[in-house]
């Protein structure tokens, strides 16, 4: 069973920055899709940044040129940068690991962000 473990969030102003880290358990880290989601209150999870096994990223348009996410692979460690924090991104955060090849999908328990002045 694949679990993993969310850190690094916290309390920050507007036009701060924090970065996230999920580390998971197993050795087969390199074969997961790794993702970065998000929920705020009254709202649906939605998906922040995503990287694949290659290292190919995608972002949603509400962080693009703010937030980066990378991986490393020997670490069984995903990263999510954020910079030029906004009240707006107060949110739950959570780490997800997808294998494509069998559907694997697991979840961490999150990590709350608040961007509050």
Partial sequence: QVQLVESGGGLVQPGGSLRLSCTTSGSLFSMYLMGWYRQAPGNQRELVAGI???GRTSYADSVKGRFTISRDN???TVYLQMNSLKVEDTAVYY???HRLTTGDNHWGQGTQVTVSS
């Fill in 74 to 76: 020997p670490k069984n």
């Fill in 95 to 97: 780490c997800n690991a």
């Fill in 52 to 54: 694949s096994s290659s």
